[in-house]
Nanobody
């Protein structure tokens, strides 16, 4: 089992920044693929960003590309999501997720472990 705990959410004005963290514990593997997803009220859970186990490869949804940056510190078993130039439409619960194996994925169904989520609210 892998436990994931997100932190860093909050309320921010449009144009502001937040940094989310996701700390992994339990049967962690430093080469797990890690992803961030988000779910706004009444909507499906959407892909935001993913990072390979080594950290070399990162992929982003079109809606956040150029504004968000995913990174990881395997010595701390932690993944980060730096969010800049935030917009009201970024308001959602943000979840981190982990999957075994070397391949990144945009599909939430391919992830084995999920955190409890952290709320991000962007005011206009």
């Amino acid at each position: 089992q892998v436990q994931l705990v997100e932190s860093g959410g909050g309320l921010v004005q449009a144009g502001g920044s937040l940094r989310l963290s996701c700390a992994a514990s339990g049967r962690t593997a430093s080469n797990n693929v890690m992803g961030w997803f988000r779910q706004a009220p009444g909507k499906e859970r959407d892909f935001v960003a993913v990072i390979s186990g080594s950290g070399i490869n990162q992929y982003y949804s079109d809606s956040v590309k150029g504004r968000f940056t995913i990174s990881r510190d395997n010595s701390k078993n932690t993944v980060y999501l730096q969010m800049n130039s935030l917009k009201p439409e970024d308001t959602a619960i943000y979840y981190c997720a982990a999957r075994g194996g070397p391949y990144t994925s945009h599909d939430s169904g391919n992830y084995d472990y999920w955190g409890q989520g952290t709320q991000v609210t962007v005011s206009s």
